[in-house]
């Protein structure tokens, strides 16, 4: 069975600073993706950025990037130039040969103007 | 905007009753999936639907069914309800229901059991 820690509950950043949010997952997939989902106070789901498990080079999006390291089962994911608008939970997910996307607990990430 | 709608956004209701929730995919997607977010239970996938048939489930209860339509359009039927439903519903959708899709998330239903 896949699993997803996320082992930061909370985390804050001063605006423009640089933040990683932390995550390490386990799965017996051969072939999985991993997402990072962003859920504001609205409540709605949002994908923040994709990494497919086969390719070594990090997925970037703007200012979200992600460490993503295989043999270490980790997929940390770093957010640049942080703006308030970027305060939300953050969900590391994978998903793998089963199709249904597995969740951390979320991070909660606050931004300090 | 992700392209999913859900009805309604928000459902109140008391124990006991039945509820449908709503969710139209992306244009083109074939696949819909469901889950639960609650405060103690965090992100449960339920079940999913690909182009009319059911392809996977998960921690779905067995007062709860899902059904998708020849439109691709989703309704997940609550029954029997208990307080412990209450809940955010989230419908997502993507092309071919594979391992390697995008799934792209509604705005949510908000149930609220009393």
């Known amino acids: 069975a896949q699993t997803v820690t996320q082992s930061q509950p909370e985390m804050s950043v001063q605006e423009a600073e640089t933040v990683t949010l932390s995550c390490t997952y386990d799965?017996?997939?051969?072939?999985?993706?991993l997402f990072w989902y962003k859920q504001p106070p609205s409540r709605q789901m949002i994908l923040v950025i994709r990494q497919e498990a086969y390719k070594q080079q990090n997925a970037t999006e703007n200012r979200f990037s992600v460490n993503f390291q295989k043999a270490a089962k980790s997929f940390s994911l770093k957010i640049s130039d942080s703006q308030l608008g970027d305060a939300a939970m953050y969900f590391c997910t994978s998903q793998g040969g089963s199709e249904k996307l597995v969740f951390g607990k979320g991070t909660k990430l606050t931004v300090n103007p | 905007d992700s392209g999913v709608t859900q009805t309604p956004k928000h459902l109140i209701t008391a124990t006991g009753q039945r509820v449908t929730l709503r969710c139209s995919p992306r244009s083109g997607d074939l696949s819909v999936y469901w889950y639960q977010q609650s405060l103690d239970q965090g992100l449960q996938f339920l079940i999913q639907y690909y182009n009319g048939e059911e392809r996977a489930k998960g921690n779905i209860l067995e007062r709860f069914s899902a059904q998708q339509f020849p439109d691709l359009h989703s309704e997940l039927n609550l029954s029997s309800l208990e307080l412990g439903d209450s809940a955010l519903y989230f419908c997502?959708?993507?092309?071919?229901?594979?391992?390697?899709?995008?799934?792209?998330f509604g705005p949510g239903t908000r149930l609220t059991v009393l």
């Open positions: 799965t017996s997939e051969s072939d999985y993706y």
């Open positions: 997502a959708s993507s092309g071919a229901g594979g391992s390697t899709d995008t799934q792209y």
